[in-house]
Structures are given as structure tokens and as C-alpha cells.
């Protein structure tokens, strides 16, 4: 397989360092943190995005919002995500929206410098930035993320209704329909990636070049997308979450669907290290930035000092 920034390097061999990333950097136990990090900031950070789409010029945004994740979404999950944000949503807004904005930026930062750990892990550097830094950086990708989403939800709604209006007068607007129905996977595809590849830019304590972010990144969305089918078919013909855990069924489905998604996350860093560690442009392994050595890092022995 062909490198971003020259050189080659076989599959078989890509898979075997991907595999061994993986234990070494303990990916499944990051994605638990991730997991527990992500339900806790979910529902403030899904409300406030919500109900500040009330005060936005979109109509009818919020459901749009909501129709569109339930296509992501399994169905368990969301039928509880969007019971809850009804819920929210009826309540006293104003005050509801400034603790949902406190708590969100709070816990979603948490998941942010899990994150950040997580990535540094796959680059094998320790991160030099001092904490201040680091809670600011977590908290900034946080608002970004969020003016992102809500960028992104805007412009879609908005030229939805230019195109339904446009497509009318030119009377095409049953291709248009049919057009729109095409087009709406890749373009959401298409801002995940991106969303993905500036992550995996910003967080981790090293140099990047941005070409390196995008393998992971469409490898990473395009996994999570075929892993949410194969978890959604799973959970609707197989899984009985609901015999097992009776009422916290869809908490439980939630919860893995999660612990899934933030694995794949992890996955698709260890992606991008791997690929630019094997590149000839590309920073060495445990090196913050092109040309320098590995970091030297001292091991601490848990093991008694041999006898003798």
C-alpha cells in the first residue's frame, strides 16, 4: 500500500503494527474511558446544540437534526436519546441552558483529553504542554466542534430549502428530491471526515502535517459507519439488551454503541501514526516533529531486582 509522503509498506505488515498498537496502547480500556466520558457530556451538549437551533433562522431544524441521527443512531439508543431531549426541550429554557453549557463544556472536555492521551499514546510521546494548556485546548475543541455541528447543520437545512426552491421554479424538483436523497450520505460522510482529521490534527503533542490525518480519518468513518449497521442489525434480530437488563436496555445498547464508536476513534489515530511513522516525509516513531530522534522514555521495573 501506497504512504502519504512517499514510500510503501505491505498490508500484512500494516495490519500486524496496527494489531500490536492496539494492545500495547491498551485501546480497549481508552475507549471504556472514552465511553463513559461521552454518555456523561451526550445529553447536556445534544440539548444545548438543540435548543440554540430555536434561536437560529432554520424552521425546522431541530427535527432535521434529530431525523438525521436517527439514521445513525441504533434505533434502542435513540428512541432514548430522543425521549430525553423532548423531555429537556419543554422545560424552562433559559436557565435549563446555561447549566446544559457548564456541564457540557465540562464533561466533553474530560472526553476530549481522554482523547488527547489516547493519541499520544500512538505517537509515543508524554505530553509536554502545561495543564492550563491542555484543559484549554480541550475546551476550545469542545465550542469548535459545536459551532461546527451547528455550521454544518445550517448550511445543510439552508441549502436544502435554496435548492427545493430553486429546483421548483426550473419544475426539477422531483429530481432534485431524488438527487438529495443520493448525495445526503456523503456529504455527512464527508463532514465527519473532516471533523475527524481536525481532531486528530489539533490534539495530540506532536507537529502534523495534515495530508497524515485523513487515512485515519476516512478509514475511522468509514468503519464506524459500517460497524453502526452491523451493531443496529445485531441489536434489532439477535441482541436481547432488554431481557438482560430489562429497563436499562437502551442505556446498555447506548453505552456499547459508544464504547464502539470510541474505539474505532482510537483505531483511526493509531492509523495515521502508523502510516506516517512508515513514510519517508513522515516524523519518526516517539519524535513531536520531522528530524527529531525518539524521545527517550525510562522504564520503572515492577519486578524485584534479580537475587544473587
Known sequence: MRLPGGGSLRFKVFLKRLYLAQDDHAAFDTAAQLSYYLILSLFPLLFVLTALLTYLPLGDAQ??????????VPPAA??????????LLSAERPRLLGLGVLFALW????????????????????????????????IASTVISSVFVLSAVGVLVSSEWAGHWLAGRLGVD???????????????????????????????????????????????????LGATWAFTQYVKHFGSYDVTYGAIGGVVVLLTWLYISGFIFVI??????????????????GARAEGEQREVRLEVSTSPPPSG
Open 268 to 285: 483511526g489515530g493509531e492509523i495515521n501514526a502508523i502510516l506516517e511513522h512508515a513514510s519517508i516525509d513522515g516524523k519518526a516513531d
Open 174 to 224: 422531483r429530481a432534485f428530491t431524488i438527487g438529495l436523497g443520493v448525495i445526503r450520505w456523503p456529504l455527512t460522510a464527508a463532514l465527519m471526515i473532516l471533523g475527524t482529521a481536525v481532531a486528530f490534527h489539533l490534539l495530540p503533542d506532536v507537529r502534523q502535517k495534515f495530508a497524515f490525518m485523513f487515512p485515519g480519518a476516512v478509514a475511522g468513518t468509514l468503519i464506524w
Open 78 to 87: 435513540m428512541s432514548l436519546v430522543e425521549a430525553r431531549l423532548t423531555s
Open 63 to 72: 427535527a432535521q437534526i434529530i431525523g438525521r441521527m436517527r439514521s445513525l
Open 107 to 138: 464533561a466533553a472536555s474530560c472526553g476530549v483529553n481522554s482523547a488527547r492521551k489516547a493519541l499520544n499514546l500512538a505517537y509515543d510521546v508524554r505530553e509536554s504542554r502545561p495543564f492550563w494548556k491542555t484543559q484549554l485546548i480541550a
